[in-house]
């Protein structure tokens, strides 16, 4: 018996991905060939970065790569693959890492969120003097999590398909210089300063970077770094339903009715995930087969996990196109690039200044 209409439209769509799936699986076997090859030497990037910049270079130097055939695999592996891979990252993180975060580590991420929220919207606007809904755009993608709040705000506010494009290509081109750069710095010049202090670091990046993706994947350069950075980036992600609200009071016009829509649409569902996972991984930590549960979380899971989250990323970066780079508009630009200045150094300050000294 076969299956109905519905049955062999899933069929299609999945036969439709397979090449773009293909394309992306090979560049992650590529990554994490690299990444296993070179692990004991100083190029010990991680196989996400290494996915991410073969596959930039790919996408702008092969123009076939473009056609049509790969774009449905390279949407369903930048999508539902790595929220999917992200959710399943709570299984190699304990539920320990929340009182690891701690209070003052909460309190200094939801602070930098208001200020950098609030900094980011009056320069936008007032300063820059951008129009429409970009300045909000702009604010939520900096100070929540990039693309995603971009897309979750952007259709509660009305927004134009030019708005919302170019705040997601200035929030993503300066959240991919801080994926590059937040770990430069840190074994650099701000080794020292930060105590040389992994946890530091992480509680850093969690709260400067934008994207989720971009977080882990600098989080993960730091040894020590990625859950803390993971922990302080969630806690982000949670404030999109109260920072969708606030934008459509900010923006007018709005039915209260349509703003509870977008919110309840806004949630974000792999982030929920990974934080039960890390309560499961708890729990298996605290049974009898917790030795057998480390040995195989170590040995296998989080190489598993590791490889789909390259594979990702080999699709991400399959999207980034230097010709789109060029077309961003000037003022967004620069509102993009102070907002993200600002966004990382009053990161760096709390942490220096307020989380490491109360966090003990």
């Not at 506010?157 to 937040?182: H, W």
């Not at 404030?239 to 649409?265: D, E, H, Q, Y």
């Not at 792999?270 to 480390?294: E, K, Q």
Request: glycine content about 10%.
């Amino acid at each position: 018996m076969t299956g109905g209409p519905e049955h062999h439209n899933h069929r299609e769509t999945l036969l439709k991905a397979v090449p773009g799936l293909l394309l992306t699986l090979g560049l992650a076997i590529v990554a994490f060939g690299t990444w296993w090859f070179l692990a004991n030497t100083w190029l010990k990037f991680s196989a996400l970065l290494w996915a991410f910049m073969y596959s930039i270079i790919a996408a702008n130097l092969v123009p076939a790569l473009s056609s049509k055939r790969f774009h449905q695999g390279i949407d369903l592996s930048s999508t539902h693959l790595l929220k999917f891979a992200i959710a399943l990252l709570g299984l190699t993180f304990s539920a320990s890492v929340w009182v690891e975060l701690g209070g003052m580590g909460i309190a200094a991420v939801i602070m930098n969120l208001l200020f950098t929220s609030a900094f980011g919207y009056v320069f936008c606007r007032y300063v820059l003097k951008l129009d429409g809904a970009l300045p909000l755009l702009l604010m939520v993608g900096t100070s929540i999590c990039g693309a995603t709040a971009i897309a979750a705000t952007g259709p509660a506010l009305r927004a134009k398909a030019e708005e919302m494009g170019l705040a997601v290509a200035v929030v993503t081109l300066f959240g991919l210089v801080a994926m590059f750069g937040y770990p430069l710095l840190y074994y650099g010049p701000l080794n020292h300063w930060l105590n040389n202090l992994p946890l530091a670091y992480g509680m850093w990046a969690g709260m400067g970077i934008h994207e989720t993706a971009q977080v882990i994947a600098a989080g993960s350069q730091v040894e020590g770094a990625a859950s803390i950075a993971i922990s302080a980036k969630f806690i982000r992600i949670f404030m999109i339903g109260p920072m969708v609200f606030a934008s459509l009071l900010m923006s007018r016009g709005s039915s209260s009715k349509a703003s509870a829509r977008r919110i309840r649409w806004a949630t974000p569902w792999f982030a929920v995930a990974f934080i039960a996972l890390t309560l499961v991984n708890f729990g298996l930590d605290s049974l009898p087969i917790r030795s057998w549960w480390a040995d195989f979380n170590n040995g296998y899971l989080k190489s598993g996990v590791t490889f789909l989250l390259a594979w990702s990323f080999a699709a991400v970066g399959l999207k980034v196109r230097f010709s789109a780079i060029r077309t961003v508009g000037f003022k967004a630009i620069v509102g993009g690039i102070v907002v993200s200045v600002v966004a990382g150094g009053s990161a760096l300050l709390l942490v220096k200044y307020l989380w490491i000294p109360l966090s003990g």
